[in-house]
């Protein structure tokens, strides 16, 4: 399995940005599609951004699309998710996950999950 560690969380006003990272090791990353969820409190965790192994394939939650953009660099073992034109409905716990099937939305299907680091969007 890989390792992973989310950085980037913070308090930032709606209509503002962020830029999530997620520092993968262990087990060759490439291999991996990587995703971002997220959990807002007393809501179940749901899937926000997916990229393919090589990076040419990306898919996103409808709440998110045009929004956020999610990037790899399998250089640095790195995931990265831009957040742009925040909102206060975005506020939760963010996740970095890595599974080895691509094209999935169902938090099952990930093996490796980081601890999440906070995002909170003020109205």
């Known amino acids: 399995q890989v390792q992973l560690v989310e950085s980037g969380g913070g308090l930032v006003q709606a209509g503002g940005s962020l830029r999530l990272s997620c520092a993968a090791s262990?087990?060759?990353?490439?291999?991996?599609?990587m995703a971002w969820f997220r959990q807002a409190p007393g809501k179940e965790r749901e899937f926000v951004a997916a990229v393919s192994w090589t990076a040419d394939r990306t898919y996103y939650a409808d709440s998110v699309k045009g929004r956020f953009t999610i990037s790899r660099d399998n250089a640095k073992n790195m995931v990265y998710l831009q957040m742009n034109s925040l909102k206060a409905e975005d506020t939760a716990v963010y996740y970095c996950?890595?599974?080895?099937?691509?094209?999935?939305?169902?938090?099952?299907?990930?093996?490796?999950w980081g601890q999440g680091t906070q995002v909170t969007v003020s109205s």
């Open positions: 996950a890595a599974s080895l099937r691509f094209g999935t939305t169902s938090a099952t299907d990930f093996g490796s």
């Open positions: 262990g087990r060759s990353f490439s291999i991996y599609c």
